[in-house]
């Protein structure tokens, strides 16, 4: 299963990781160093573009979501992106306590995890 995981982390590294499960956790990239073997989800604001402790990163570059200091501004293209990617669950800790909808695990499908985001955009 590929899912989303939200990083509540401070500070955190990204919004968060798309994680598969049957992968190995850490990896060596190209210059032989121990690098997180899953997809980085950052935005302007939070995050870096090629974070070099991920083995791939995605950057979601906006000056609006920087000035208003949350991804809200590129939801839309983080939700589709997801889509692309096959994600379908999302992993959202805080948010499995206030909203139905989540398993045991705190993990909602990606269709409840947008309908829930779209409701603060």
């Not at 073997?37 to 935005?43: D, F, H, R």
């Not at 979501?65 to 669950?89: H, K, N, S, Y």
Request: charged share 25%.
């Amino acid at each position: 299963m590929k899912y989303f995981s939200i990083d509540y982390r401070s500070p955190p590294s990204g919004m968060g990781q798309i994680i598969e499960d049957l992968e190995i956790e850490t990896i060596l990239d190209r210059s032989g160093n121990e690098v997180w073997n899953c997809t980085l989800i950052t935005y302007s604001g939070c995050g870096s573009e090629n974070d070099p402790d991920y083995i791939r990163t995605k950057h979601f570059s906006s000056q609006a979501a920087e000035e208003a200091g949350w991804a809200g501004p590129v939801m839309e293209e983080i939700f589709q992106f997801l889509r692309d990617q096959g994600v379908t669950q999302v992993s959202d800790s805080e948010l499995s306590y206030e909203e139905d909808g989540a398993d045991d695990f705190g993990r909602f499908t990606l269709d409840r995890w947008i309908e829930i985001m779209r409701s603060y955009l």
